[in-house]
């Protein structure tokens, strides 16, 4: 399984978390039902967006990448998605995408243009389109021919470049490869590290639906070009993100990240919940009432979850089958945390049984239920450092007025088994 990880120029948006997610659960769904997951993502860490930002920042590309990298990496941790097998950086895999070049070049699908760059020719490849519906007889009147960058349209169906001949705004980002002296285009990164780690036949590719043209046809167009093989047996692509019924973006200031969910107390977890709460096929409407509505529920689920008890019984198995049957209908998680509910409020079933069957469906969904356990079965009355920090950011918020906001971190800390009072000396916490 290869999913199209982060380009590691800024820090990625909330709907490219969805995408994450979404492969998180595929793949933790895999391997409830007991298959083994190779997962390889991928780090874009050079192509037309690294190169330009780190130039206007002023550092080279390794620094200004690996700061986004070690950015998206704590990310992922906060949301709870199992991390790859590996993560495999574009500029430790230049070797091999001059391999699949060359052989490109060989078997007559590639050529070379004036400027020494090295271009897909898309009409000696018959399967072009075959993805996303393209068809080349569409292409633009008065377009070139081809196209250098990495990002264009649909509309703009062209020659695409596999080797950037070096540029002057490429500064002294290049490698001296038998291609010449330039660099790869972003789309033949991703053919080449998939193969590199996964062979030539793929079973599962993943990304979001953005990336279906022109990247994942491009991939299609590479590799199988190279290799007259399958590339990938099932592609996974997941809906949009909207704000407000728009599309995010920084010039309508309705771009969120992940540290913008964090920055205002709320649980990143509920995040992960609410992208749960909608087939990864459908477009979903982000605004922050549904998040914290979310985040209400996320405490409610916590909260009942605790008040089972310490022991851990036998996994009700009529409910796991039911489980396995609704994330088997194309990852139906709507319904699948729907019979969560229904578990948890399900009187016919022991506490102790509830809690493993609870703690089982966590496997999939990720909620992050054990390490809570974890965290409030520490008897070593020292406070949790999570706790600490919640309290002070709602002694922030209180000094800030924002009284909505400080009565839900106080809830959240509630939910978490503590209480806050205020004191003439400050905030005191305790156990509740
Ligand atoms: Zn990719």
């Known amino acids: 399984m290869y999913t199209c990880g982060p380009t590691v120029y800024n820090y990625p948006h909330i709907g490219n978390y969805r995408a994450y997610i979404s492969a998180d659960i595929i793949k933790r769904v895999l391997m409830y039902e007991d298959f083994k997951v190779r997962h390889i993502m991928n780090l874009t860490d050079v192509d037309d967006k690294t ?42 895999n230049i070797t091999e995408m001059v391999k699949l070049i060359t052989e490109l070049l060989a078997r007559g699908l590639a050529y070379k243009s004036e400027d020494g760059s090295t271009y897909f020719n898309i009409r000696k490849f018959k399967n072009y389109g075959k993805l996303s519906g393209v068809a080349i007889e569409n292409q633009k009147e008065n377009a070139s021919g081809r196209i250098k960058k990495d990002e264009y349209e649909k509309d703009n169906i062209q020659d695409f470049a596999l080797w950037k001949a070096w540029d002057p705004e490429d500064g002294n980002v290049f490698w001296e490869t038998s291609l010449g002296k330039g660099r790869p285009g972003w789309h033949i990164e991703c053919s080449a590290m998939s193969m590199a780690h996964l062979g030539a036949e793929l079973d599962i590719h993943t990304g979001g639906v953005d990336l279906i043209f022109p990247h994942h046809e491009n991939e299609i167009a590479q590799s199988e070009g190279a290799t007259g093989k399958q590339f990938v047996k099932y592609w996974l692509h997941n809906e949009w993100v909207l704000v407000d019924n728009k599309k995010m973006s920084k010039s309508l200031k309705n771009f969120y990240t992940l540290r913008d969910i964090i920055d205002k107390g709320i649980n990143p977890l509920a995040f992960r919940f609410w992208v749960l709460m909608a087939s990864y096929r459908t477009k979903v409407n982000f605004n922050w009432d549904a998040l914290l509505g979310t985040e209400t529920a996320l405490k409610r689920l916590q909260g009942l979850y605790l008040a089972l008890g310490p022991e851990l019984g036998e996994i009700s198995e009529r409910y796991r089958s039911k489980f396995k049957k609704r994330l088997g209908d194309d990852l139906d998680t709507p319904r699948a945390l729907s019979l969560l509910w229904d578990l948890a409020k399900d009187e016919k079933i022991s506490n102790s049984d509830k809690k493993a069957t609870i703690l089982d469906f966590d496997k999939v969904l990720g909620l992050g239920l054990e390490n809570l356990k974890e965290d409030l079965s520490a008897q070593t009355g ?45 905030q005191k916490i305790d156990k509740i």
């Not at 070690?70 to 990310?75: G, Q, S, T, V």
């Not at 400080?406 to 009072?421: A, C, M, P, T």
């Open 51 to 92: 190169i330009r930002d780190s130039h206007k920042e002023g550092k080279t590309l390794g620094d200004f990448t690996e700061f986004y990298t070690k950015e998206f990496l704590k990310d992922i941790k906060f949301l709870n998605i199992i991390p790859p097998l590996r993560f495999t950086k574009a500029t430790d």
């Open 382 to 426: 020292e406070t949790p450092e999570e706790i600490t920090r919640l309290a002070e950011k709602r002694e922030e918020a209180r000094r800030n007025k924002d009284f909505r906001l400080s009565d839900e971190l106080r809830d959240k800390i509630n939910s978490l088994g503590y209480e806050v009072k205020d004191t003439p000396k400050g």
